[in-house]
């Protein structure tokens, strides 16, 4: 089992991390352990403001296991954030490709999950902090 | 300069095989491979093997060799994904260049239809999203590829009913092969009918889950009956999830292929067979214009001018593909390779095409995370 990592412990804390390269500023997509640009190990977990525009989109109807099998259908998207880093997540229904969203957390099996709205859209609270880096 | 020639290939039906276990259904591909290449078990001297996702072992390679009565002096197994068998079939080629084997024995077979529930299957292949980023959001298989389709489909302006006519056609050369796992022919509508298993993929869109094996010999020497060269090969691997995917037109598919032909010293003019996997419409589509086996966006339109029929000038997988032929897992990608074989040397039955040169195999693994590229040749 790995242990725990940054991302994972951000989740729980209602907090989207990512990292960035000490050296040369490139945001991070998953976890690295070295930069995808430039090599460095030098490597700072951010939190991010949880903004960006949906990059791809699906919305799954045959889920791959019971616990998911509660919420068919469901939207998944692969958001762009604004720092410049991709994130699967979850959607509200009917986001389209290009649209402007921010994150919001959600908890399903006793886990957190993101779901993303659309910019604007308040109806619930956001639980994101904003950079705290 | 020293070749590697593929001297013999077998494979099972495909389909369900009800109490037929991993290493029954290998041992069945790798006998008719053997008795194809007119070689006794004593002659092989490497083994590949594919891994078995209803086998799961840390030795899978000796444990096949122990039941198949084997005892050769180099033996492992490989995995990569959909790419195990491309990857393979690279390994021995080099492996019998470089002198270390004479025959190498590549196979690879598991019951993955009837050995396991569906729901098992589809949870143990959903693993290959990332365990923290991509998992927990009760992705699968069908959604990463359909996450894909969706921006590619944006980026192209290729439609779904584009998608339907690859669907469509792997069906089409399923139902002249008796090994085939689905032979029925399905229309576009069919498939646009088609219940929705990720949006915007469909059931038809979706390469079945089915039982099967396949093996091919790769020998140092020629042997008396025509077969094919590995004439040229490549990988690429730019990333393994999707999320890491940078884009949905440079996945690394161009950049195996490149290296194929360079090693080969050949160009996509120079080949008039076609054998890419097709684990999804949208992955044939994007394979097939991101090599260059179509100008972008224009797979389908190819299709539709039956360029890629049988009696086309660029017949593709003539056994129907992952898409129909059927996905036992590693066995699945090397199926193409195996018609490939049989085309090249005149021995398609039926299915034969016109005489054939050089043909193109490219298998990729994970979500378009890894790319081998084969380039097969004709030997008389």
Not at chain 1, 30 to 58: F, N, P, Q
Not at chain 1, 99 to 128: K, M, N, Q, T
Not at chain 2, 199 to 208: F, G, I, N, Q, S
């Amino acid at each position: 089992m790995e242990p725990l990592s940054p991302f994972a412990e951000g989740m729980t804390q209602g907090v989207i991390r990512y990292q960035r390269c000490m050296d040369c500023n490139t945001p991070q997509t998953l976890s690295r352990l070295a930069c995808t640009l430039c090599g460095s190990v030098r490597l700072r977990w951010c939190d991010s403001k949880g903004e960006g525009a949906v990059y791809a989109t699906t919305i799954v109807m045959r889920a791959p296991s019971q616990a998911f099998s509660a919420l068919t259908p469901y939207t998944l998207l692969l958001v762009e954030l604004d720092e410049g880093f991709r994130l699967m997540a979850h959607g509200t229904p009917g986001l389209a490709i290009g649209a402007r969203v921010h994150a919001r957390f959600a908890e399903h099996s006793g886990g957190p999950l993101i779901v993303f709205h659309p910019e604007g859209d308040d109806a619930y609270p956001l639980l994101i902090t904003g950079d705290r880096a | 300069m020293t070749s590697a020639f593929i001297v013999g290939v077998g494979n099972t039906p495909f389909g369900i095989h009800t109490g037929r276990g991993a290493l029954d259904l290998m041992g069945d591909a790798a006998e008719l491979a053997l008795a194809d290449a007119q070689l006794s078990r004593r002659d092989i001297d490497g083994v590949l093997c594919g891994y078995a996702t209803t086998l799961p072992h840390l030795m899978l390679s000796t444990l096949f060799c122990e039941r198949f009565a084997l005892c050769p002096s180099y033996a492992h197994g490989l995995q990569l994904g959909g790419a195990t068998g491309a990857a393979m079939l690279m390994l021995a080629s080099d492996l019998v260049k470089a002198g270390r084997c004479r025959n190498v024995l590549v196979v690879a077979g598991e019951n993955r239809a009837s050995g396991q529930s569906r729901d098992v299957s589809i949870q143990t292949l959903a693993q290959v999203g990332d365990a923290a980023y991509e998992v927990p959001n009760g992705a699968s298989v069908p959604a990463y590829y359909a996450l894909l389709a969706s921006r590619y489909l944006y980026e192209t302006g290729t439609t779904e009913a584009d998608l339907a006519d690859l669907a469509v056609l792997m069906r089409t050369h399923a139902a002249s092969h008796p090994d085939a796992h689905l032979r029925t022919p399905i229309t576009r509508d069919d498939v646009l009918a088609s219940k929705t298993i990720a949006a915007p993929l469909k059931l038809l869109d979706c390469c079945p889950i089915s039982d099967g094996a396949a093996a091919l010999v790769v020998s140092r020497h020629q042997g008396d009956l025509p077969c094919a060269s590995i004439r040229g090969v490549g990988q690429a691997h730019l990333h393994q999830h999707l999320t890491a995917m940078a884009s949905v037109l440079e996945c690394g598919a161009g950049a195996a292929a490149q290296r194929a032909f360079a090693d080969a010293g050949l160009a996509c003019r120079d080949i008039d067979y076609l054998a890419i996997y097709d684990s999804f419409t949208v992955t044939l589509a994007m394979l097939l214009e991101e090599i260059g086996f179509a100008e972008r966006a224009t797979a389908a339109q190819r299709v539709r001018n039956g360029d890629f029929r049988a009696d086309g000038p660029l017949p593709l997988n003539t056994h129907g593909g992952l898409l129909s032929f059927g996905h036992c897992g590693v066995a699945g990608g090397m199926a193409h390779a195996v018609e490939a074989v049989r085309q090249l040397s005149g021995r398609a039955g039926q299915r034969q095409i016109d005489k054939a040169n050089h043909a193109f195999v490219h298998a990729d693994g994970g979500v378009m995370s890894s790319h081998v590229s084969l380039i097969l040749s004709r030997e008389d």
